[in-house]
C-alpha cells in the first residue's frame, strides 16, 4: 500500500504570489489576489486565496477565467491529474466547519481572450462532486492511488479519505499541529 510522511512543522512559513487586481463578471475588482498554493492540471493553474476562493488561471493566456468566492479559507489543495482536493474552513454565522472538497473543473475549461473572471458558485452545476468533513483546521492534502491525507492543524490528526467513494475513515492521532505531508508508494 500507501505510505504517508508526516513532517511536523511549529510554524508553517509560505510566501505569497500576488497578481493585479482583478476585475470580475459582476462589474467589481478584487484587489488583494494573495495566493496561498497552487496546482496545475494542463494548461490550468487553481489557486487557493488565503482569505477567500479559488482562482483558475488561464497559463496561455496569463488571465484568471473563474473565481470560486464561495469557499471562504481554502488552504491546501492537490490533484489526481482530474479532481482537485481542497482543504477549507468555511463559517456560517458564528459556526466554523471544515471541509474537504471534491471539485471536477471540466466544466471551468479556459475562455480564450478572456478580460474579467466569472463568478462561480461551487454548487453550481457539480463543480463540487463531494464534500467531506474534516478534522480541526485543515491544512494541507496530499493524494496517493487509493487514499486522499488532511493534516488537521487544531486536531493533531490527518484524515483518511478513501477515493473509491470519498469515505472517510479514521483519523490518525500525529504530533502537534501537523501541517506538510508527502505520500510515496511503499
Known amino acids: 500500500g500507501d505510505q504517508l510522511d508526516y513532517y511536523p512543522i511549529a510554524s508553517p512559513s509560505r510566501s505569497s504570489i500576488t497578481l493585479a487586481p482583478l476585475n470580475l463578471s459582476d462589474g467589481t475588482a478584487v484587489t488583494d489576489v494573495d495566493i496561498r498554493e497552487v496546482v496545475i492540471i494542463g494548461r490550468q493553474a487553481f489557486a487557493t486565496r488565503p482569505r477567500d476562493g479559488l482562482l483558475v488561471i488561464d497559463l496561455d493566456e496569463n488571465n484568471v477565467d473563474y473565481y470560486i468566492s464561495d469557499i471562504f479559507s481554502p488552504r491546501g489543495i492537490a490533484s489526481d491529474g482530474v479532481n482537485l482536493f481542497v482543504a477549507s474552513v468555511d463559517t456560517s454565522a458564528t459556526t466554523l466547519t471544515n471541509h474537504l472538497y471534491v471539485i471536477n473543473p471540466a466544466?471551468?475549461?479556459a475562455v480564450a481572450g478572456n478580460t474579467?473572471?466569472?463568478l462561480v458558485d461551487k454548487d453550481d452545476s457539480g463543480l463540487v462532486t463531494a464534500d467531506i468533513e474534516a478534522g480541526t483546521d485543515?491544512?494541507?492534502v496530499a493524494v496517493s492511488t487509493n487514499y486522499i491525507f488532511v493534516s488537521n492543524m487544531g486536531a493533531d490528526?490527518?484524515?483518511?479519505?478513501?477515493r473509491a467513494d470519498y469515505s472517510k475513515g479514521s483519523d490518525i492521532t500525529v504530533g502537534d499541529e501537523p501541517f506538510g505531508m508527502n505520500v510515496y508508494p511503499a
Open 157 to 162: 490528526t490527518v484524515s483518511v479519505v478513501n
Open 138 to 140: 485543515p491544512q494541507e
Open 116 to 118: 474579467t473572471a466569472a
Open 107 to 109: 466544466s471551468l475549461t
